[in-house]
């Protein structure tokens, strides 16, 4: 099988992107063909000058675009797209986009003019979601997809309401390797928190050090660790000194840094509100960390609340610190919900298996 996967920005440290790109690599391992088309800004040409990169079994294609505004971002994105499919993609049998966006409506209408079958799956829920935040003055096409798989049944039901024929959707979750994101062999359980993502308004990483002020009052020799960041984590350094606290700031890493963090904590702290299934989360629950979530569809399709993690009401500092005191006090709980969440995800979330859920969608978008 060809098959080709569309992410905006494919060396940007995220869960789509790297979401993808090992999906990609569980497809290619099975001997099929695999294309990422992806984009980078014009100024790093230096760094990617050849617009394929054939260094890995995965052929990479890299269009340069100007991606400082949006709306030129969409414009060279569509011109580099209507030549670059029919030349590059040829050969592909279906193409899997990442996002309900006006870029992959473009590019599903581009692909159908090459006979290439359509996937997309959104990528994020709720008020910052792919469905809440599309442009009014964008046309949807609902119709240019031919098929839309949801990550949970809540992120589906957002596509069906948003108008995609309900008879053309699913739902397949993301999945974590099992074997590589494992609990550590002499685990330590010393109550330490961990949050792994990008700082941005719909992860509440402002909300996550609010909370962290009680922590660090009657905690003392409790730790916060929070690895990710971008252009703006310079104003959450700010503000957790403004608050008084002394949580360890780690930039964007690598996924051999990430697991190492996450090995070297017990307890993982995902306050976002609008994931469409997060990858960080099934990595932390992989490791075998017990997971605090705001209470959101998204979550609560991975979380069993009391068994495999705790919730809390969403955007309530005062309700997150009340779960974070319960797992830092308690050994056992720490325990028990951390080796029930690596379990949720070796039986719901192995990698392996999702990767067979969506070769046995492709074979049915392709009449196989």
């Known amino acids: 099988m060809n098959i080709a996967f569309f992410v905006p920005v494919i060396d940007q440290i995220g869960g789509a992107e790297i979401g993808t790109q090992r999906l990609a690599e569980q497809l290619a391992q099975r001997g099929h063909k695999v294309t990422i088309l992806s984009t980078q800004a014009i100024s790093r040409w230096q760094k990617y000058p050849s617009i394929i990169d054939y260094a890995k079994p995965i052929r990479l294609i890299r269009l340069p675009v100007w991606q400082r505004s949006k709306q030129i971002f969409a414009r060279m994105l569509a011109a580099q ?6 030349v590059f993609l040829r050969e592909t049998q279906i193409i899997h986009l990442r996002g309900l966006t006006p870029e992959t409506q473009m590019l599903a ?54 108008g995609i024929p309900a008879i053309k959707t699913g739902v ?18 010393q109550p330490h928190a961990i949050f792994v993502g990008h ?59 990430v697991l190492a963090k996450l090995q070297a904590n017990s307890i993982f702290v995902m306050p976002g509100i609008s994931e469409g299934m997060s990858n960080a989360l099934l990595e932390a629950m992989a490791v075998g960390l017990a997971p605090i979530v705001a209470d959101t569809p998204a979550n609560r399709a991975v979380i069993t609340p009391e068994i495999d993690g705790l919730t809390y009401q969403a ?51 392709l009449g196989e």
């Open 199 to 257: 700082f941005r308004p719909e992860k509440r990483v402002e909300l996550l050090l609010h909370a962290w002020v009680e922590i660090q009052q009657e905690y003392p020799q409790v730790h916060l660790t929070l690895v990710g960041g971008d252009l703006s984590s310079g104003s959450y350094h700010q503000l957790a000194e403004q608050l008084g606290i002394a949580p360890t700031f780690i930039p964007n890493t690598n996924e051999a840094g």
């Open 109 to 162: 209408r581009i692909a159908h003019r090459s006979g290439i079958s359509t996937l997309c799956v959104p990528m994020a829920s709720g008020v910052y979601g792919d469905v809440a935040t599309f442009p009014s003055n964008v046309a949807k096409a609902t119709t240019v997809f031919d098929w839309l798989s949801g990550l949970t049944d809540s992120l589906r039901a957002e596509a069906i309401a948003w």
């Open 172 to 189: 397949i979750p993301n999945g974590v390797d099992i074997d590589y994101f494992k609990p550590p062999e002499s685990p330590g359980n």
């Open 81 to 86: 797209a209507f030549w670059s499919i029919p």
């Open 315 to 365: 955007d309530s500092p005062e309700a997150l610190a009340l779960q974070l005191k319960r797992l830092i006090s308690d050994e056992d709980l720490r325990h028990r919900i951390g080796t029930a969440a690596r379990k949720t995800v070796v039986e719901r979330f192995n990698l392996e298996a999702v990767t067979e859920q969506y070769l046995a969608l492709y074979r049915q978008l």
